[in-house]
């Protein structure tokens, strides 16, 4: 018996997003919980703001400068 191929492109980006952030809020929420107790809301949008600001600059430059190879390209320029 041969399974059918039927996952799209958009089926596994789903599967791997969900993966990734299932993961995090199950492993992190007990950790934060433990630093922060009632806060954790507040820990994890503050989280999510440092986060962002710390990828802007590299969405700038991946607009910029488009190239495979990311960081290691921008620094070598």
Known sequence: ???KKSLS???????ALGQVI???????IGIGIE????A??????LS?????IKQ???AFMGSAMPATGGL??????
């Open 56 to 58: 802007l600059p590299v």
């Open 72 to 77: 290691y390209v921008y620094c070598k320029r």
């Open 9 to 15: 492109f958009w089926d596994v980006f789903a599967i």
């Open 40 to 45: 954790i809301p507040f820990a994890f949008v």
């Open 22 to 28: 299932g993961s995090g809020i199950m492993v992190l």
């Open 48 to 52: 999510a703001c440092l986060s962002i």
């Open 35 to 38: 630093f922060t107790a009632y």
């Open 1 to 3: 018996m041969e399974l």
